[in-house]
T-cell receptor, first 113, second 110 residues
Framework: NAGVTQTPKFQVLKTGQSMTLQCAQD?????MYWYRQDPGMGLRLIYY???????DKGEVPNGYNVSRLNKREFSLRLESAAPSQTSVYFC????????????FGPGTRLTVL | QKEVEQNSGPLSVPEGAIASLNCTYS??????FFWYRQYSGKSPELIMS????GDKEDGRFTAQLNKASQYVSLLIRDSQPSDSATYLC??????????FGKGTRLHILP
């Protein structure tokens, strides 16, 4: 039982390049989330998917797109990376949206030059 | 903007003492409250959740909630060096969104 997995663990991009961060969970959870964490800023929600087939914007969605591929997988895409998107990205899942415990993946450390 | 506020620290506490971490929130309609622990370079993990006014104890951890004062706290008794981490307060607001505070760095002095 791997929980929440994320790939890659580290990535360096040049400004303007695109990439997709992958996330998968094996806990049969309905809800999945993408956060970014910056020093002094805490965790900020980028997008979330309350259930398979739905996605919604969080606090900081600009510059990102998401796809809930199926119940297990939720990907985050940067179409044209900018230095301001340098951050640590965490994927999380929960049985349902709302008060349920969120389980976090190990994170992806992204640097945009 | 609905906010969750925490003192960033670092909070230094001697080993064996009680560590007290505090959090205030702005959305009076919030109903669910969480404390996550995050070790340096790792992902957050849930240590306590609390939904009703009063205290909730789990081992060395006690969460306290006062909805009238919009205040939630976490007490760690018999602090150990392994408790050194950043503690994130999270609040589920009336829009069903979880808002995280910026975290308090706790350092337990051996």
């Amino acid at each position: 039982n791997a929980g929440v997995t994320q790939t890659p663990k580290f990535q360096v991009l040049k400004t303007g390049q695109s990439m997709t961060l992958q996330c998968a969970q094996d806990m049969n959870h309905n809800s999945m989330y993408w956060y970014r964490q910056d020093p002094g800023m805490g965790l900020r929600l980028i997008y979330y998917s309350a259930s398979e087939g739905t996605t919604d914007k969080g606090e900081v969605p600009n510059g990102y797109n998401v796809s809930r591929l199926n119940k297990r997988e939720f990907s985050l895409r940067l179409e044209s990376a900018a230095p301001s998107q340098t951050s640590v990205y965490f994927c999380a899942s929960s049985e349902a949206s709302g008060p349920d415990t969120q389980y976090f993946g190990p994170g992806t450390r992204l640097t945009v030059l | 903007q609905k906010e969750v506020e925490q003192n960033s620290g670092p909070l230094s506490v001697p080993e064996g003492a009680i560590a007290s971490l505090n959090c205030t929130y702005s959305d009076r309609g919030s109903q669910s409250f969480f404390w996550y622990r995050q070790y340096s370079g790792k992902s957050p993990e849930l240590i306590m959740s609390i939904y009703s006014n009063g205290d909730k104890e789990d081992g060395r951890f006690t969460a306290q909630l006062n909805k009238a004062s919009q205040y939630v706290s976490l007490l760690i008794r018999d602090s150990q060096p392994s408790d050194s981490a950043t503690y994130l307060c999270a609040v589920l607001n009336r829009d069903d969104k979880i808002i995280f505070g910026k975290g308090t760095r706790l350092h337990i002095l051996p």
